[in-house]
């Protein structure tokens, strides 16, 4: 076995910054790196996928009557937009930039377990295909949300076996053996790969913040995957968990979903906050506030995050204690969080800023997630909740999280480190229009969603009361420019990688142990493990981040 | 054990990539320790839906269902609790090179975790209610079935391990495989542990 590890890293060091073939992305390749990329296109495709059925379900409700399509294949819309956009785009775009940065990060040559790495991406594309596929099922695909709530999710209208909920609940399943096997990987990597000196107070933030995000990963998905197969056998078998008419208790199956699926949301934006983390102090030019506050807080929310999930079911005959308990359980966790926002803006103020297209996107994020913050505060408390359960406020308010903080969040990551993952510097001009588009789409098309909820029209409806109409217009034209706004992202990021120029290692001037080798990195990233001597972050200061800086890259010197 | 040998091209490399090199062999059983603590979830959820099901369901029992007979489930118990001990000598006596003494008590273990599927195969046939019958059918199918999937995940791994004993040099680089497979018996007897109480025991 070693003999043959062994044979095969001479091989691939003999052959380093070698030519970087396209081929590649399509094979089964076990280097963190293309991997990372991998994803991360994989998932754009997806997003894509998702963004189209958005723009069906805007084009619905940009009139009160329902006349684009048929009630069903609305359904099925809003459905499959939040499961594509959810298991297909957000989970897979950030495991691709914690692929590919994680390891670079902590000074590793590659994951804990490469190969594993690789069957968990490729699981993608499988339940990727498995949930389209679910338009050619009978009855054609899930109609039930992206909750599949019992009893809408045992309806089977079809009567067929192999129907559109049971692709749904396979591909749910795929996607999540795949991001079990993905969090064992990406923990193993953080605690037992890092390089010499890079103690657990030294990794950078979005080290910290993936390392937590996936060990909710672990705890959570598998109550996910119980009731999962709990609602696959009360559809195919006849068995009585969730079904009321047999005696079953479908709230039962709400507590599995939500034990897992609100934890998602911070599997979620805990890495969008390491991406802020890592890139004010860059475009401000100083050390970030709090480093080890803004360290701790991931874990606090970890540990608070397996007990909210309540706060989805104010509405679902939950007890008074209960709402009470979880209502300040759900508050309490907006303390970590504003630590964090905090220590970004005491990074930001004062420091020497650089509006790159990348710093934008933060900004715009970090804007856009405090104003989700601020719903979000509003619906933890039970009275408010129960007011607008179920209505637009509440799409609105996650919208702004999803969309507001993450999708602009993984913006900036793409551009920050495009340079690094490609070689070549993306056109500025571009991503600045980019930017522009998607800001005033995303609050064109998400803030009416407040004023619409508090109204009381509910969420996935097709037709509304035409009082409705005005936001409802005003949501759509921003959603259409949201869509716009991905062309000018795809024209850069396509032509900036055949022939943009050429990127230097540190293009930004970061501190980091990424921006110390080539742009990309070699196969392995590293001849020589760095040994690190200083904290993270040090903007302003003196002390090199690594003793062996200049002999990290032997084999690229050669070449 | 012998994962410290050093091989002669690894020589080459710096101190440091040594230090790494052996390091990603030990990362195989961190992860695997992870993996179980996850799976271990799945179970939970599976005993807290139980204990809800159990705690407010009106009409427990199927009509014409007693209770669950104790006697073969008991037996069951004892062989596979026991089976937990003999893997342990199994693995004693690799640890001290013996490998026939290693490959007895490794089949015996295979043996017994073979005995309590099919005890479990026999008390299912001899069931009057199925999983189709209310929360208490289902429950009690998806716990024993879930648990014996595991059972005989085990006694697969631990055939194929016993075929690998047999490969020279299979053990040059440790014995993570044999180590991971007895940590996953003891696991899997563990939750049979609770099963046992929450489903017999408690009726």
Not at chain 1, 221 to 233: K, R, Y
Not at chain 1, 366 to 390: C, E, K, Q, R, Y
């Amino acid at each position: 076995m070693t003999n043959v590890l062994v044979d095969e890293t001479s091989n691939n060091l003999n052959q380093p910054g070698e030519p970087e073939s396209w081929r590649r992305f399509f094979t089964f390749s076990t280097d963190h790196k293309v991997i990372g990329i991998q994803y991360i296109v994989t998932a754009f495709f997806f997003f894509l996928v998702g963004g189209i059925f958005a723009m069906v379900i805007r084009g619905e409700l940009i009139t009160p009557e329902a006349d684009l399509v048929d009630r069903t294949v609305y359904n099925a819309m809003f459905t499959l937009h939040g499961t594509v956009m959810l298991f297909l785009w957000t989970f897979p775009v950030l495991s691709g930039l914690a692929n590919y940065l994680v390891p670079l990060m902590i000074g590793a040559r590659d994951m804990a377990f490469p190969r594993l790495n690789a069957v968990a991406f490729w699981m993608v594309p499988v339940f990727g295909i498995v949930l389209m596929g679910s338009f050619l099922a009978p009855g054609g695909p899930s109609q039930a949300g992206w909750w599949a709530y019992p009893p809408v999710s045992l309806q089977n209208p079809s009567g067929a076996l192999i129907n559109g909920q049971f692709l749904w609940l396979l591909a749910v399943a795929l996607s999540g053996v795949s991001s079990i096997m993905g969090a064992v990987n990406i923990v193993t990597t953080i605690v037992r790969m890092r390089a010499p000196g890079m103690t657990f107070f030294r990794m950078p933030i979005f080290v910290w913040a993936v390392m937590s995000a996936q060990i909710i990963q672990l705890f959570g998905l598998p109550a996910l995957t119980a009731g999962a197969v709990m609602l696959l056998f009360d559809l195919t078998l006849g068995t009585a968990f969730f079904d009321p008419i047999k005696g079953g208790d479908p709230i039962l199956f709400q507590h599995f979903f939500w034990f897992y699926s609100h934890p998602a949301v911070y599997v979620i934006i805990l890495p969008i906050f390491g991406i802020f983390s890592e890139l004010f102090p860059v475009y401000a030019r100083k050390p970030l506030f709090g480093y080890k506050v803004v360290a701790i807080s991931s874990l606090v929310i970890v540990a608070l995050s397996a007990v909210v999930w309540v706060h989805h079911m104010f509405a679902s005959g939950t007890p008074g204690w209960m709402r009470m308990l979880f209502m300040f359980s759900t508050m309490l966790i907006s303390v970590p969080t504003g630590i964090k926002v905090f220590a970004w803006v005491a990074t930001i103020w004062g420091g020497k800023i650089r509006l790159t297209s990348a710093m934008l996107f933060a900004l715009g994020g970090l804007v856009m997630f405090v104003f989700a913050g601020i719903t979000g505060i509003m619906l933890a408390s039970a009275p408010m909740d129960i007011h607008v359960n179920n209505t637009y406020f509440v799409v609105g308010h996650f919208h702004y999280v999803i969309f507001g903080a993450t999708v602009m969040g993984v913006y900036a990551a793409l551009y920050h480190w495009f340079p690094k993952m490609t070689g070549r510097m993306y056109n500025e001009g571009l991503g600045q229009l980019h930017f522009v588009l998607t800001f005033i789409g995303a609050n064109l098309n998400f803030f009416p969603m407040h004023p619409l909820g508090l109204e009381g029209m509910p969420r996935r409806v097709a037709s509304y009361d035409p009082e409705f109409a005005f936001w409802n217009v005003i949501a759509s034209i921003g959603a259409f420019l949201l869509g716009m706004s991905t062309l000018p992202f795809i024209l850069n990021m396509v032509g900036s990688w055949v022939q943009g120029e050429k990127a230097p290692d540190n293009p930004w001037r970061a501190i980091g142990i990424e921006w110390l080798v080539s742009s990309p990195p070699t196969h392995e990233n590293f001849e020589v493990l760095p040994i690190v001597v200083s904290d993270p972050y040090g903007y302003g200061k003196s002390d090199p981040l690594v003793s062996n800086a200049d002999a990290l890259e032997v084999a690229h010197e050669q070449h | 054990m012998s994962s410290t040998e050093v091989d002669p091209v690894v020589s080459q490399q710096t101190a440091v990539e040594v230090a790494h090199e052996h390091e990603e062999t030990d990362n195989r059983m961190f992860g695997f320790i992870i993996f179980l603590l996850s799976e271990s979830v799945i179970f939970l959820s599976f005993f807290v839906g139980y204990i809800v099901y159990k705690t407010t369901t009106l009409d427990w029992l199927p009509a014409g269902v007693t209770g669950l007979e104790l006697r073969e489930p008991a037996i069951n118990t004892v062989v596979l609790v026991s089976s937990s001990f003999v893997i342990y000598f199994a693995e004693r006596y690799l640890h001290r090179e013996n490998l026939w003494g290693f490959r007895a008590f490794w089949l015996l273990t295979m043996a017994m975790g073979s005995y309590f599927l099919y005890g479990q195969a026999v008390e299912w046939s001899s069931l009057e209610f199925g999983i189709t019958d209310g929360l208490f059918g289902g429950t009690f199918y998806l716990l024993t079935g879930f648990h014996g999937l595991h059972v005989l995940t085990g006694v697969i791994l631990q055939l194929i391990m016993l075929g690998r004993s047999f490969i020279p040099g299979n053990y040059d680089n440790g014995e993570f495989g044999v180590a991971a497979t007895s940590l996953f018996w003891h696991f899997v007897d563990v939750i049979w542990i609770v099963l046992f109480l929450l489903i017999y025991i408690w009726q």
